[in-house]
């Protein structure tokens, strides 16, 4: 901001149009990571961005995608660090699931990137990909075929560690 001497109502404004675009892409990659068939993929895109998440697809029934604000893309596309959580959530999810599909290293070490700075945002979501994590690897440890699956809680674990002894411990 020192450089283009914005107000900050207007600094917040324009970051959550860039950062809601990044996810409108985010999203897009996810629904191509999931669907196949093309017409399907541009049709749950659509909706998924202006539907405000993917709850209304059948296999999601009763998830928290429709009961859950802080889940939907709707209080993602008004604030900033809200899209950009959203869309490190959804590319840790869908790079873990690729590391188990493709079995690439890559995958798993982009997912656990996306992770780890999901949870400097917001640090309570360790819970969540520790647990995920775990017991999505017990899940797929026959298909994958070796213990390198565990890396992806283990590497947020022990990242977040990292980060809370040196800078959350204090607080």
Not at 32 to 54: H, M, W
Request: charged letters at 10%; proline letters at 1%; glycine letters at 8%.
């Amino acid at each position: 901001n020192r450089f283009l001497q914005l107000d900050h109502i207007i600094l917040f404004h324009f970051a959550s149009i860039i950062l809601s675009v990044c996810l409108i892409l985010v999203i897009y990659f996810v629904v191509k990571t999931f669907v196949e068939d093309n017409t399907l993929r541009i049709s749950a895109f659509i909706v998924a961005v202006l539907g405000g998440g993917l709850g209304w697809m059948s296999w999601f029934s009763g998830s928290s995608d429709i009961t859950s604000a802080g889940f939907t893309t709707v209080n993602a596309f008004e604030r900033g660090h809200e899209a950009l959580s959203t869309l490190l959530l959804l590319l840790a999810l869908s790079f873990f699931y690729i590391y188990c599909k493709k079995k690439e290293g890559k995958h798993l070490l982009l997912a656990v990137l996306a992770g780890f700075l999901q949870t400097t945002i917001h640090p309570t979501f360790i819970i969540f990909y520790v647990v995920v994590g775990v017991i999505v690897s017990f899940l797929f440890i026959k298909s994958v075929k070796n213990l390198r699956i565990f890396l992806f809680p283990l590497g947020i674990l022990l990242m977040f560690g990292v980060y809370y002894l040196t800078f959350l411990n204090g607080l």
